[in-house]
Each structure stands twice: as C-alpha cells, then as structure tokens.
C-alpha cells in the first residue's frame, strides 16, 4: 500500500447468488413493496433507470469498480451490501442462516479476487440476535471482514433495545466495525416526493440511530464499541445542541453519564456531506481523527471525488487531511 | 430603551377561553391522545408536572413575563400560541373560526396591556386554506398582529400542497411573518423515549416544512413571503449539501428553480441551537440579516440567555450582533 493511500469505508455491492436466494421469498416481496411505498413512484422508477443504465455494471462489473476507483483516487474501497437490496431481517431462521453465510461468503471472495483494493464488511440476521452475535465471530475469524453493516432499524426496533446485547458484546471483543446505514425512512407518505426518503429520510435514520445508542447509555456500557456512522452521521453531529439541553433539562432524557455530543468523540464517521463547509464543520464537531472517507458507491447518492472535497476544506493541516483520506481507516480496519 | 431593541421572536402564550373551548369537541381528546402516545408517558407526565408549576405563572402572570423579559435583556416579545393542541387543525371550519378568532382576540390584547414589550402573532385554521387567507388578513389589519404561528403541516397537509395557495397569497399579500413552528411528529413509538419526540422531532418536522416549501416551488411562486423557522431551521440550513446534490442528481428532487440551499437567504431564522458554534455555522450559512433571537418562552427546551450565546459567536462584526440582536426582527415585524 501506497505511504498514505486513500480509503474508501462507504461503498456497495449486490451478489447475484445471495439475490436468487431472496428474491422469490414472500419476505422480500413484503418488504420491497413496503419501502416502494414509502419511497414514491416517481423515485422508485428512476431508482430502476439508474439500475439498468448505471449501477448494473458498477456492482456486477469488478473491472468497472476499480477503474472507477482510480479515477477517484481510492486506493482500497470497504465492500458492503447494498441496503436498498436488503439487510434481509424479515428471513426466519434457518433462512436467514443461509443467507448470512451466503452474504460474507461472498463479500469475502469478492474481496478476495483483489485483496490490495478491497476489504469486506458483512451482514448479520440482526432480527435473531444470539445468531447474529455467532455471525459476527464467523465473519471476523473465518471469512476476515472487518465488521458487518447494521441498519438504522431492525425491523422497527432500534438499536439499543436489550434484545442485542449480545451482538454488541460480541463486536466489543472481536474489535469488530460496525457501519451503521439507514435505508431510507417512512413518515406517513409525507417523504414520497422529491425524493425525500433518501435525501432527508437516510441523515434522519442515523440521527435516531446514533440517538438510541447514545442516550440509552449503550456506549457508557460498550465503550470499546467501533461505530461507524453513514453520511457524516446524519444530522446528529450538525445539531447537537438541542440534543444536549435535552439531556440537561430533561429527567428523562438522562440515560447516559456524559452529554450527548461527547460521545460524538468516540464514533467514527464518514465524510459523506457533499460540502467542504459542512466537513469542515463536521470536523469541528467530532475530531478530525474520528472521519474517514465515504462515497455511498455507485450510489447517485454518493460522491464522485472525496479527495477534491476534502482538499478544499479551509485550514485544515496535512497530518488531519491525511488521517481523514486514509490513515484513520488504516488503523481502525488493521491494514 | 436602547436605540436597537432585543427582539424575542419566539414566546408563547396561552390563551385558556380556547382551551376550554377546544377541550368540548373530540377533536382535542384525539389529538392530545395522538401525542401523547408519540411523545411516550415519562414526558406527558414531565410536561403535565411544568404546566401545572413552572409554566402555569409564566403563561397567567404579564408581571411574571415582563421580569422574565428583562432578565434575558429582551425589550420586546413575540408573543404567539403554544402549540398545545396542535393550533386546533382537527377543528371543522366552523369550530376553527371560532377558536381562532378567540386566540386572536386574546392575543392582540394582552399585547395591547403593553404595546411597548409586546407584539403578537395570530394562529390562522391552516386546514381550510381559505379561512386561513381570511383570519390572516383579519388579525394584521383588524387586530394589529403582526403575522402568524403556523405548524409544519396541517393535519398531514404538508406546506408544499397546491391547496395552500390561498393562504401564501395572502401572506405576500399583506407582508405578514409567518413563524414556522413544530407542533408535535408521527415516528411511531420510535420517538417515545428520552423526550425524543421534541429533542429530534421538532427540527425534523421543521426540516421537512422547509423542505416541502423549498422543493415544491412554492418559494418560487411567492418570492415575496416572510418566512421564519422555529429552532434555527432545525436541520435544514446545518444539513443543505445532500438536499442540493439530491436536487441536482434526481428529477423528481427538481421542483424548484435553484439549488435548495439558495433559499436559506431568503428565509429568517430563530437563534434557538444553543451552542455559539452552531449558531455560528448557521449565520454563515443563512447570513447575519436571516438571524433573528428566539427563547422559547417559557419552556424548558428555551434559553433565558439568549443574548450571551450569541455574544459567544465569535468574530461576529457589531453590525451584526445589532442585526440579530434586533433589526431584523424590527424589520420582519415592521416595528
């Protein structure tokens, strides 16, 4: 690897063989028209366009990605499924056992196929979570990802719920990454146009996501958990203000022992927020050694040059620019 | 009085001949129920404890506000509705008419004990967009208001609705404030904890107004409205880059003429995020002559020092401080 390489940790793939698995399923169908709904005709549509015209080759094409790749100047991207093809948590549990084993298998041979370029992230049946925390232990030990994308919700339930102790538990002791990465969100119908579930719906989920998992003291009992917030965190690392009288004057509101924003210190996020001004203020907010970079690829939602972006962020010094285009990422993935 | 009066634009009141009213027609019960399953029993039964102690001398006593007033070194308060019922938008034209035309009376008197510290806007029946066009020219040329309260949707209706256009006529119309303020939001039980669903609700359903305004058009068609956001905008005007890459990425983001984060400059804002940092990112996305001082009386989620955070905001010039401290308010309110 180069001296100070670029890494990408916010990046998508689909596999074929974990799709003809799920896609018959009753489940995936439910689900699928479920989120069609809440996203809106008009988005869902386009979302086809773009499969068919754009993203179709970039997931299925490993030479396309890494030209790509370069052209972006991304040394090693962090492969994880794509969200929007499913976290898969309406799956029982013999299925969702196969699917899971499917799922890192394939991240891993993925991966495999050009280890200098890419490293993998898997995914957990979150809906069963003592298997899940088995998962997790497979997915580091056996296949060597470097931890597992977790959505915003299990199924409606967030993530602090006592019911996932024991995931966390196990991700404390692997030193495992967790990505945290909504799939859009459903207010009523009222994020149906503009693409709102997406462009508004996606920051929100991870602001309640990282919400429940601060405020219920989660990371006051896991402090050695390694969270990984998608887009810059959402809106949470932008407005914690509010989060934080909330926490002062609020009984209860009290669940956890510092103010909500310290707690952005101990996060990692990535640099997804489209802006020099906002990652600079996102710097500000959570350290510069707490952000790394993320292009949501091949997302139209994601971010054609991180390295440009972050090259105009104003007065920042080259040992943060650096950490922030690599270096973090070198040291929180072991590579 | 200084030569620049401190301008509170964001106060409540609560006028108790509505509340009776309101609390005879099921609509209210429904409401109040709605709420309070989504605002979770821990913070129904905190807010009962407040209303009935802290906030209940505040609401009933003028001597209590005016001390209030001029220990915040506030020289003249914005008085408007609280939102307790939801500005009352259940309410068929009938009812509606009737309770705003009380609220408006009774606020346009207790402004009238003391004409030199207080101002008042009006609440308008925002579900019956006609009405609403009525009582909004009624209460700035009858009653001597200076606009109106408004919640970020109206009874699902969200702002963007081409059956608002009566009611943003209106407004150009007759220059009135409207004062965007939240008034409660549906994430089902996901909001229920931690006081969730004012912490995190609120600026989401302040971003989600400003969001159906912005991208429908609606700014476009009335360039002349004088719209201020409650709690700086919520996450809007701290969050903009992914709305603008969305806008300009997706057709159906495309429904207004420029780049969403255009129109932050041609909206005012409260002061109300708490921290100078934030406050700070907000004037240089918005601009010094969009910041207005807003405390929230006299709610726990409100300030009593707003003067102070924003003598925090470092390197702002005196001009400025002047702007934000109380000319843009003077004139949004034509004072």
Request: glycine share 8%.
């Amino acid at each position: 690897m180069r001296k100070d390489p670029a890494i990408d940790v916010h990046a998508h793939t689909i596999l074929p063989e974990v799709q003809a698995l799920v896609s018959s399923q009753e489940g995936w169908k439910r689900e699928a028209q479920e989120r069609n709904r809440t996203v809106g005709a008009d988005s869902l549509e386009y979302n086809r366009k773009q499969f068919e015209a754009i993203y179709k080759e970039k997931f299925f094409n490993q030479d396309a990605r890494l030209a790509d790749m370069d052209r972006m100047r991304i040394d090693v991207q962090t492969v994880s499924v794509t969200p929007s093809f499913g976290f898969n948590y309406w799956a029982e549990r013999a299925l969702a056992e196969q699917i899971i084993e499917l799922t890192n298998a394939g991240i891993a041979a993925f991966c495999a196929r050009r280890p200098a370029r890419f490293v993998g992230l898997g995914n957990l049946a979150m809906q069963f979570p003592d298997l899940a925390a088995t998962q997790l232990k497979r997915a580091i030990q056996h296949f060597h990802l470097k931890g597992v994308i977790v959505s915003t919700t299990v199924a409606g339930v967030d993530l602090a719920e006592e019911r996932f102790e024991p995931v966390w538990a196990a991700a404390e002791e692997l030193g495992a990454l967790i990505f945290i990465h909504p799939v859009g969100c459903a207010i009523e119908q009222r994020l149906t146009p503009y693409y709102l579930s997406n462009v508004l719906g996606n920051p929100l989920e991870t602001a309640l996501a990282l919400s429940h998992l601060i405020f219920s003291g989660l990371l006051d009992r896991h402090p050695r958990l390694r969270l990984l917030a998608a887009h810059g965190g959402g809106f949470l690392p932008f407005y914690s203000g509010r989060f934080d009288h909330g926490w002062r004057v609020r009984p209860e509101a009290h669940g956890c022992l510092h103010p909500p924003s310290a707690y952005l210190r101990r996060i990692w996020f990535d640099s997804l927020v489209f802006d020099p001004a906002l990652l600079g203020f996102l710097i500000s907010q959570v350290g510069a050694d707490r952000i790394m970079l993320g292009t949501d690829y091949p997302m139209d939602m994601g971010f054609e040059d991180p390295l440009g972006t972050l090259e105009k962020v104003a007065n920042l010094d080259p040992q943060p620019r650096r950490a922030i285009a690599g270096t973090n990422a070198v040291t929180l993935l072991g590579l | 009085m200084n030569s620049t009066p401190a301008i509170d634009i964001h106060a409540h009141a609560i006028v108790p001949e509505v509340e009776m009213l309101a609390r005879r027609h099921p609509g209210w019960q429904a409401d109040l129920d709605q709420r309070q399953r989504s605002a979770g029993a821990a913070s129904a039964e905190h807010n009962r404890k407040l209303t009935e102690t802290v906030y209940r001398e505040k609401f009933e006593s003028l001597e209590a506000r005016l001390a209030t007033m001029d220990t915040m070194g506030i020289d003249i308060q914005t008085v408007s509705a609280a939102p307790t019922s939801n500005f009352w938008y259940w309410a068929d034209p009938e009812l509606a008419a009737k309770l705003v035309a009380i609220n408006n009376q009774e606020i346009a008197q207790l402004c009238q004990r003391r004409p030199d510290r207080l101002v008042g806007l009006g609440v308008v029946a925002l579900q019956h967009p006609e009405l609403a066009a009525a009582q909004l020219k009624h209460a700035v040329a009858e009653l001597g208001l200076r606009g109106a309260i408004i919640a970020t949707h109206a009874n699902g209706m969200d702002l963007g609705d081409p059956s608002l256009a009566p009611f943003w006529q209106a407004a150009q119309a007759t220059g009135a404030l409207i004062f965007i303020h939240p008034a409660g939001c549906e994430l089902g039980t996901r909001l229920t904890r931690y006081y969730f669903s004012n912490v995190i609700g609120n600026p989401l359903e302040t971003t989600l107004a400003l969001g159906h305004l912005i991208f429908s058009g609606t700014l476009d068609h009335y360039p002349g409205l004088k719209i201020c956001a409650a709690h700086g905008g919520g996450y809007f005007p701290f969050y903009t880059a992914r709305f603008d890459h969305g806008w300009r990425v997706r057709p159906e983001a495309h429904g207004c003429r420029r780049t969403p984060s255009a129109y932050l400059r041609n909206l005012w804002f409260d002061s109300l995020v708490y921290e100078p940092d934030l406050l700070s990112f907000l004037i240089a996305r918005a601009g010094a002559g969009q910041i207005v001082l807003g405390t929230d009386y006299p709610f726990d989620m409100g300030v009593d020092d707003p003067r102070q955070r924003l003598a925090a905001v470092s390197g702002l010039s005196q001009a400025q401080q002047r702007a934000i401290v109380g000319e843009n308010a003077a004139r949004l309110l034509g004072l």
